[in-house]
């Protein structure tokens, strides 16, 4: 460089400023003058100046708008996956709830009884009834029972059949019978007549009276113990006439060894009635009267027995029928009953 009075030139300065065109030379103004307002033009060219100077960054433009595009569409393909999932979601499914358990039944169980030994007869001694003081019992009790109801099954369920043997029973019929069928009870059957004062008349039965009527069901009774009492109430489920009938009662049952002996029969009724044994007259009770008793012997040997009670109800409208037994040279009578003799069936 020149060690001349020129001040040093500035080369970076030089080479930033932008080259422009030389300016001419203007004339001073004279003394008075007012200069006018700068032009427009170099307003603008120095704004074009201060944008050249400050380019904008295009790489950086383009990363931000991509940046851009990919997270809008992140946002639109996860919010539409979240409405897809929402509108295909599956319904819940209710499952039916277990059916209720069933009890199982027990199991049936066969027993099977032992025939009992045979046991010595027992002999009881019986005071004087006359010395008791027993109270008077008053009782409404109904004359017919139209079905009755116990604890233990009937037929085979007892063990009737071959090899079994029937436990005793306590059925309480305080009627003529029941419509509801009994193994080895009296089966009965209802005559309905216009008038009958005679089971039998000249060894002829009733059989031959005029005008019976012969119903279908039958009645079934273990034993007979019925009090002289009113009867208007007839047979529920067989017919309601209360007088001018008959029932005819046949039972067949073994006798077993140990109880064979002579035995006492007592037979009362209102009105009439006969007891039979295979065939032959114990007693016989009949004719038209009240409430009367007759007694009768007979030996009773092991093996089937068949026993026939028949008995007739004249005009309205007091009745009864009694029957009981005891073995020869005892004191009590008690009601023949014969679930007394279930056990020893075969």
Do not use: C
């Amino acid at each position: 460089m020149s060690s001349d009075n020129k001040s040093p030139i500035n080369i970076m300065a030089w080479k930033k400023a932008p080259a422009s065109a030389p300016q001419p030379l203007q004339e001073r103004p004279p003394a008075g003058h007012v200069s006018p307002e700068p032009r427009k033009s170099a307003s603008v060219n120095h704004m074009l100046h201060q944008a050249r100077r400050r380019k904008l960054n295009l790489p950086l433009l383009e990363v931000l708008g991509i940046s851009f595009a990919v997270h809008l569409a992140g946002l639109l393909i996860l919010g539409g996956l979240t409405i897809y999932k929402m509108t295909q979601q599956p319904e819940p499914e209710f499952e039916a709830p277990p059916p209720p358990e069933q009890s199982t039944p027990p199991p049936e169980i066969s027993v099977k009884l032992a025939k009992p030994s045979a046991a010595p007869p027992m002999k009881m001694t019986v005071q004087n009834l006359s010395q008791l003081n027993l109270p008077q019992l008053d009782m409404d009790i109904p004359v017919i029972a139209e079905r009755v109801t116990f604890g233990q099954g009937r037929g085979d369920g007892l063990g009737f059949g071959k090899g079994g043997v029937a436990p005793s029973l306590n059925i309480k019929i305080d009627s003529f019978g029941t419509t509801e069928e009994l193994p080895y009870a009296w089966k009965g059957t209802v005559y309905l007549f216009e008038s009958i004062h005679n089971l039998r008349s000249d060894g002829k039965w009733y059989d031959a009276t005029e005008h019976k009527r012969r119903q279908g069901k039958k009645l079934y009774n273990y034993a007979f113990n019925i009090p002289m009492r009113d009867f208007t109430e007839g047979f529920p489920g067989i017919s309601k006439q209360f007088e001018w009938f008959a029932i005819d009662f046949e039972t067949e049952f073994y006798w077993p060894p140990e109880l064979a002996g002579d035995y006492e029969f007592r037979l009362e009724s209102d009105d009439g009635s006969i007891l039979m044994m295979d065939g032959k007259d114990v007693i016989n009770n009949d004719g038209m009267h009240a409430m009367q008793a007759k007694e009768g012997r007979v030996t009773i040997h092991e093996g089937k027995r068949t026993f026939r009670l028949a008995y007739f109800q004249g005009p309205a409208k007091n009745l009864g029928l009694i029957l009981q037994y005891r073995r020869v040279g005892e004191g009590a009578w008690k009601v023949f009953d014969i679930q007394d003799y279930l056990r020893y069936q075969k």
